[in-house]
């Protein structure tokens, strides 16, 4: 059970140190460094047990590394890491943010580790904030990684300090995103036994690789793009026209000679990438398709040259023999790749585990228009030539065109200005791109399209996602392989930030700093490259949300007010009372007197303050969580009155508006 341990030191706690004592720059009197309640949870799951866990740690002093007893001590929720504060004069250096990394063995006792602190402009610290593995600092004051999920920074630290920290142990680390010097030179050993993969297996696994029926598609058009295709077409007859489901997907790019067409479907492969490409681990064609396929094949021709195929057979892979028997006439047919380019044929494809359902069509053409709504999403910027150093991209699924859909694409999205992030890595620096953009808000549409605004509402909100798609964007040269969330930013999704995008651009020498796993699917933002897009997106979620307050309805009057009893209980929220008793005599005939425009109810949940809901009919109602027990009983005390509820949730809206709402629930989380 060893841990990496990570925090940006507060001005509170820099006393620890005497140095910063001596600076005159100490605001407080506090003798240690705050230690969150969850990350200790983690790291010693027996700590509810105790008020003190015992540490034994190396650290750095004026005279080399010396050993020392700690010991963490219950703070109420969080803990305290008390036992030393250093004298020595090398920590003259600290302030606020400066980085504070501690490796600890908690599986004996007492724990064992070591901890060090790096100036906040310091390579090591710049390199361990710039990995992915840190994102979870983006909302929280520390974290805890087992070494096995932060390899990186495990040897930054260990290269950086190897007198303090233990050189990585191979057995101990998760190596697919890492690169480590080559081991030296030994004399050859006795050959062992040798156990490879079984074929039937192998596959099977290898294709739970995290993709679905659309994301494997534009997997393989990765391929195609990287070989410079300008026109790709997808050919998905029905199931029922005479050889099962199958696909194919052809490409007017390069091609293969017989020897790349080995090598690209070699589990394996030693696949080169360039800077400009679109694969990442030579997995893709593989793993996308046999996640939708028991056997494909890929024909290929380089310009003057002669057709070659090759192919897997889950069914005929004994000692991996490769398929190359020949194609059936109507596979000629349907793979011919034409004077240069390649063709990946599906046979025998997966059915869907739940059939696609849109409104009017079959769930095979439900399928199909799914494939074309997420293609002109992913490959918006290549069909619209906008891809640096492409030609602009075609591509057909059943001779229809795929047309692109990009998150600014209306004329009436408003783009914020466009931000140049640098971010460090091992090699060097990259630059990362953000652009926040605003979307059109319904009003804005129905005034633009006329009586098509509906159509247009449908496709910028991605037929019903907008909501789920505000956030951001991220780019890898030019493909879009993640989209929707905040990621760590903000908890939630809200509905009056539903018009909010941030477009993020990174560079391919981003990737294992970014955690892009084997589907290009999953991305790690470093926390600190989240806490300076956090402002940058602000922008355009508050914009978002000035755009919602304009154009939210206002219920009719109804011609009867809803009447409101008395609490049953102090604190308690009031209910409508019961309807007329039959029989009882008719009051005077009064005006009419609207319903209280917002009704508030209490909800059990931590994951927000308050939250303002608008439903189709146009009611409003305020829901207020668990967060906050002063706003708990404050809603209680104005619920009975209709001014009051409305006043209340126009000053909520005007925190919202000034973000406050996250402060709060951070505070609670904190406490």
Same mark, same amino acid.
């Given at each position: 059970?060893?841990?990496?341990?990570?925090?940006?030191?507060?001005?509170?706690?820099?006393?620890?140190?005497?140095?910063?004592?001596?600076?005159?720059?100490?605001?407080?009197?506090?003798?240690?460094?705050?230690?969150?309640?969850?990350?200790?949870?983690?790291?010693?799951?027996?700590?509810?047990?105790?008020?003190?866990? &015992?540490?034994?740690?190396?650290?750095?002093?004026?005279?080399?590394?010396?050993?020392?007893?700690?010991?963490?001590?219950?703070?109420? %929720?969080?803990?305290?890491?008390?036992?030393?504060?250093?004298?020595?004069?090398?920590?003259?250096?600290?302030?606020?943010?400066?980085?504070? &990394?501690?490796?600890?063995?908690?599986?004996?006792?007492?724990?064992?580790?070591?901890?060090?602190?790096?100036?906040?402009?310091?390579?090591?610290?710049? &390199?361990?904030?710039?990995?992915?593995?840190? #994102?979870?600092?983006?909302?929280?004051?520390?974290?805890?990684?087992?070494?096995?999920?932060?390899?990186?920074?495990? =040897?930054?630290?260990?290269?950086?300090?190897?007198?303090?920290?233990?050189?990585?142990?191979?057995?101990?680390?998760?190596?697919?995103?890492?690169?480590?010097?080559?081991?030296?030179?030994?004399?050859? %050993?006795?050959?062992?036994?040798?156990?490879?993969?079984?074929?039937?297996?192998?596959?099977?696994?290898?294709?739970?690789?995290? !993709?679905?029926?659309? #994301?494997?598609?534009?997997?393989?058009?990765?391929?195609?793009?990287?070989?410079?295709?300008?026109?790709?077409?997808?050919?998905?007859?029905?199931?029922?026209?005479?050889?099962?489901?199958?696909?194919?997907?052809?490409?007017?790019?390069?091609?293969?000679?017989?020897?790349?067409?080995?090598?690209?479907?070699?589990?394996?492969?030693?696949?080169?990438?360039?800077?400009?490409?679109?694969?990442?681990?030579?997995?893709?064609?593989?793993?996308?398709?046999?996640?939708?396929?028991?056997?494909?094949?890929?024909?290929?021709?380089?310009?003057?040259?002669?057709?070659?195929?090759?192919?897997?057979?889950?069914?005929?892979?004994?000692?991996?023999?490769?398929?190359?028997?020949?194609?059936?006439?109507?596979?000629?047919?349907?793979?011919?790749?034409?004077? !240069?380019?390649?063709?990946?044929?599906?046979?025998?494809?997966?059915?869907?585990?739940?059939?696609?359902?849109?409104?009017?069509?079959?769930?095979?053409?439900?399928?199909?228009?799914?494939?074309?709504?997420?293609?002109?999403?992913?490959? !918006?910027?290549?069909?619209?030539?906008?891809?640096?150093?492409?030609? +602009?991209?075609?591509?057909?699924?059943?001779?229809?065109?795929?047309?692109?859909?990009?998150?600014?694409?209306?004329?009436?999205?408003?783009?914020?200005?466009?931000?140049?992030?640098?971010?460090?890595?091992?090699?060097?620096?990259?630059?990362?791109?953000?652009?926040?953009?605003?979307?059109?808000?319904?009003?804005?549409?129905?005034? !633009?399209?006329?009586?098509?605004?509906?159509?247009?509402?449908?496709?910028?909100?991605?037929?019903?996602?907008?909501?789920?798609?505000?956030?951001?964007?991220?780019?890898?040269?030019?493909?879009?392989?993640?989209?929707?969330?905040?990621?760590?930013?903000?908890?939630?999704?809200?509905?009056?930030?539903?018009?909010?995008?941030?477009?993020?651009?990174?560079?391919?020498?981003?990737?294992?700093?970014?955690?892009?796993?084997?589907?290009?699917?999953?991305?790690?933002?470093?926390?600190?490259?989240?806490?300076?897009?956090?402002?940058?997106?602000?922008?355009?979620? =508050?914009?978002?949300?000035? =755009?919602?307050? =304009?154009?939210?309805?206002?219920?009719?009057?109804?011609?009867?007010?809803?009447?409101?009893?008395?609490?049953?209980?102090?604190?308690?929220?009031?209910?409508? #009372?019961?309807?007329?008793?039959?029989?009882?005599?008719?009051?005077?005939?009064?005006?009419?007197?609207?319903?209280?425009?917002?009704?508030?109810?209490?909800?059990?949940?931590?994951?927000?303050?308050?939250?303002?809901?608008?439903?189709?009919?146009?009611?409003? #109602?305020?829901?207020?969580?668990?967060?906050? +027990?002063?706003?708990?009983?404050?809603?209680?005390?104005?619920?009975?009155?209709?001014?009051?509820?409305?006043?209340?949730?126009?000053?909520?809206?005007?925190?919202?508006?000034?973000?406050?709402?996250?402060?709060?629930?951070?505070? &609670?989380?904190?406490?």
């Amino acid at each position: 059970m060893k841990f990496l341990i990570l925090r940006q030191l507060q001005h509170s706690e820099l006393g620890m140190f005497h140095a910063y004592r001596r600076s005159g720059r100490e605001g407080s009197r506090q003798r240690a460094i705050n230690f969150d309640g969850e990350v200790v949870d983690r790291v010693f799951p027996v700590a509810e047990d105790t008020d003190r866990i &015992a540490l034994n740690l190396r650290y750095d002093t004026d005279e080399g590394p010396l050993a020392l007893n700690y010991f963490l001590k219950r703070q109420g %929720k969080n803990w305290r890491l008390e036992g030393n504060c250093p004298e020595d004069q090398l920590y003259h250096f600290v302030e606020p943010d400066c980085l504070f &990394a501690m490796e600890v063995d908690a599986g004996v006792q007492p724990a064992v580790g070591a901890w060090v602190v790096f100036p906040r402009d310091d390579p090591t610290a710049l &390199a361990i904030l710039a990995d992915g593995a840190t #994102s979870g600092l983006a909302r929280a004051s520390m974290i805890a990684l087992e070494v096995y999920e932060a390899p990186r920074i495990h =040897k930054f630290l260990t290269q950086a300090r190897p007198d303090l920290f233990n050189a990585p142990s191979l057995q101990d680390l998760d190596m697919t995103n890492t690169t480590f010097p080559p081991e030296p030179v030994e004399s050859p %050993k006795p050959a062992g036994r040798r156990l490879p993969p079984g074929p039937t297996r192998l596959p099977t696994m290898l294709s739970a690789s995290g !993709h679905n029926f659309v #994301s494997a598609v534009a997997d393989i058009i990765d391929n195609a793009i990287s070989a410079d295709a300008t026109e790709i077409q997808i050919t998905f007859d029905p199931p029922n026209s005479g050889n099962g489901r199958w696909m194919t997907i052809r490409d007017n790019g390069r091609g293969m000679s017989s020897e790349q067409l080995e090598e690209a479907i070699r589990i394996g492969g030693e696949a080169d990438y360039d800077g400009r490409s679109l694969g990442k681990y030579g997995f893709g064609l593989k793993g996308a398709s046999w996640s939708q396929a028991r056997n494909f094949k890929v024909v290929t021709r380089q310009k003057g040259g002669e057709v070659h195929h090759l192919g897997w057979d889950q069914d005929t892979m004994v000692d991996w023999q490769v398929d190359e028997r020949p194609l059936e006439d109507w596979e000629v047919r349907a793979t011919d790749p034409g004077e !240069h380019g390649t063709v990946v044929l599906w046979k025998n494809m997966k059915a869907p585990t739940t059939a696609p359902s849109i409104k009017g069509v079959s769930p095979h053409v439900a399928e199909i228009q799914e494939l074309n709504r997420h293609l002109g999403l992913v490959f !918006h910027r290549f069909l619209d030539g906008d891809a640096k150093g492409r030609a +602009p991209l075609k591509i057909w699924i059943n001779n229809i065109p795929v047309e692109s859909n990009g998150p600014a694409g209306h004329p009436l999205s408003e783009r914020h200005d466009l931000k140049t992030l640098k971010v460090e890595h091992e090699g060097g620096s990259a630059e990362v791109k953000v652009q926040p953009i605003v979307l059109p808000s319904e009003d804005e549409l129905r005034k !633009h399209h006329g009586g098509g605004w509906q159509a247009a509402t449908d496709r910028i909100g991605y037929w019903g996602r907008r909501n789920d798609t505000q956030g951001l964007f991220l780019y890898r040269n030019d493909r879009l392989i993640r989209w929707g969330g905040w990621h760590d930013l903000w908890a939630t999704n809200d509905e009056k930030t539903k018009l909010a995008r941030v477009l993020v651009d990174f560079d391919p020498a981003l990737d294992e700093a970014f955690q892009i796993n084997i589907s290009k699917q999953t991305v790690r933002l470093p926390g600190y490259l989240q806490s300076r897009i956090k402002p940058l997106a602000d922008t355009v979620r =508050k914009a978002s949300q000035a =755009k919602y307050r =304009k154009s939210r309805p206002t219920p009719p009057p109804r011609a009867l007010p809803l009447q409101v009893g008395p609490a049953s209980e102090p604190g308690a929220f009031s209910e409508p #009372s019961g309807p007329a008793v039959p029989g009882a005599s008719t009051p005077p005939p009064q005006p009419p007197a609207p319903t209280p425009p917002i009704t508030v109810r209490k909800v059990t949940t931590g994951k927000f303050a308050w939250r303002i809901a608008t439903d189709l009919r146009g009611s409003r #109602s305020l829901q207020i969580g668990d967060v906050s +027990p002063a706003l708990v009983e404050l809603a209680s005390a104005l619920g009975t009155s209709d001014v009051g509820t409305e006043a209340l949730a126009a000053f909520l809206e005007e925190l919202d508006r000034l973000d406050l709402q996250q402060m709060l629930i951070d505070d &609670a989380a904190d406490a």
